[in-house]
């Protein structure tokens, strides 16, 4: 008798997370269609973009919406069954998932693409502006970054509901195995999904503090580039300590004022080729830590070669010198490997600083092509 109890609320849970599926299914499926027929068709119809910003943007749109409206037959079908067949019918279709990988993979992508047309193509931020009174009123609080990460976020929960239909699904249910499967593969792809996300995240950062930004700045959205740290610090300008705020990313750091409640851009210093020269603490308030950093060969418009940096908190002093230290040692061994230098063992040891030349590379190395470094705004 209790055997039978239990039996009859495994499959009431079963039936409930089968009706959650096919719900939050459908709703998925409608916010598809909006990408699709409101934003993608209408822009390669009416020529808005050309096709390789239509891919950077969108890129398998189209064969996501009609997969996932097979997948919602499929889920409406073993709602009215009960689940029977549903497992045999996903093994059939599940393959055609790999288009989540080719969309996850361009993410990143996608983001960067959207802040540069916003900024560059006027015809493009005047389509979305129309194209969003056309969207249906329960979806008009949705941004276009909500529409696009809206892929991203689904095959987690495809995973996290598949796992409870294996909980409720008795083993000895000739679907078990299919189950299972179905939800190891939404399993590898949630966990692939999730570190791309995390990627793509960091690129999102970069984008936010371009659209901060006041005044002449270069292009910031390049590929690779991520933020590790932000604050403030005092900068050696004229003979004078002022206040900054300094975002550094893995290949530069960013230099900006703030003033009126606005960030207003001076200037970035690329990594590559830089080199702490010297670190001095306990001095008077408020540059108490400095660092001066040697900026390697001057560039056009340069007109010092060193720059002195100074942090009030010392456990702050000591983050940032060591990010410093560690992603220009990565920028140069990146930049000796594809020279075909290889570096001395010393070299990859954690140690504070390398011994560098003033050209920026080890002692006793010699380069085999000419060496190139981004230039430096020295704008104050």
């Known amino acids: ?126 389509f979305l502006k129309k194209a969003y009174k056309s969207i249906p009123p329960h979806l008009q609080g949705y941004s276009f970054h909500s529409f696009l990460i809206l892929p991203v976020q689904r095959i987690p929960r495809y995973e996290m509901l598949f796992r409870e239909i294996c909980k409720y699904t008795p083993r000895d249910n000739p679907e078990y195995p299919d189950f299972e499967r179905s939800f190891h593969k939404f399993k590898e792809m949630a966990e692939y999904i999730n570190t791309r996300k995390r990627e793509s995240e960091q690129s999102e950062k970069v984008v936010e503090i371009q659209n901060r930004l006041r005044g002449d700045f270069p292009n910031l959205i390049t590929p690779g580039r991520h933020l590790l740290c932000e604050g403030t610090l005092h900068r050696m300008v004229d003979g004078k300590f002022i206040e900054l705020n300094h975002f550094v990313f893995n290949d530069a750091i960013l230099f900006a004022r703030q003033r009126r409640g606005k960030l207003t851009y001076m200037d970035m210093l690329m990594l590559d080729g830089c080199r702490i020269v010297d670190q001095m603490r306990d001095l008077p308030a408020p540059a108490c830590n400095q660092v001066r950093l040697h900026k390697g060969p001057l560039q056009q418009g340069d007109t010092e070669q060193e720059l002195l940096l100074g942090v009030t908190d010392g456990t702050q002093f000591d983050a940032l010198c060591s990010t410093i230290q ?30 560098l030349t003033p050209g920026g590379l080890p002692a006793g190395t010699t380069p085999t092509r000419p060496r190139t470094i981004g230039p430096i705004s020295t704008r104050q």
């Open 1 to 126: 008798m209790r055997h039978c109890i239990c039996a009859l609320k495994r499959m009431k849970h079963r039936k409930m997370v089968l009706e959650e599926l096919a719900a939050t299914e459908r709703t998925y499926c409608e916010q598809l269609g909006v990408m699709v027929n409101t934003f993608y068709i209408p822009m390669r119809d009416e020529r808005i973009l050309d096709q390789a910003e239509l891919r950077g943007l969108f890129s398998e749109i189209q064969s996501i919406y009609q997969t996932n409206n097979v997948f919602s037959g499929l889920f409406e079908t073993a709602v009215r069954k009960n689940g029977y067949g549903l497992g045999h019918e996903l093994q059939r279709v599940i393959a055609f998932l790999k288009c989540y990988t080719q969309y996850v993979n361009n993410y990143s992508n996608a983001i960067q693409t959207h802040a540069r047309l916003i900024k560059t193509n006027s015809k493009f931020k005047n």
């Open 326 to 355: 560690r992603n220009v040692e990565e920028l140069l061994k990146n930049r000796l490997s594809f020279a075909g230098v290889n570096l001395p063992d010393a070299s990859r040891s954690s140690t504070p600083s390398l011994l």
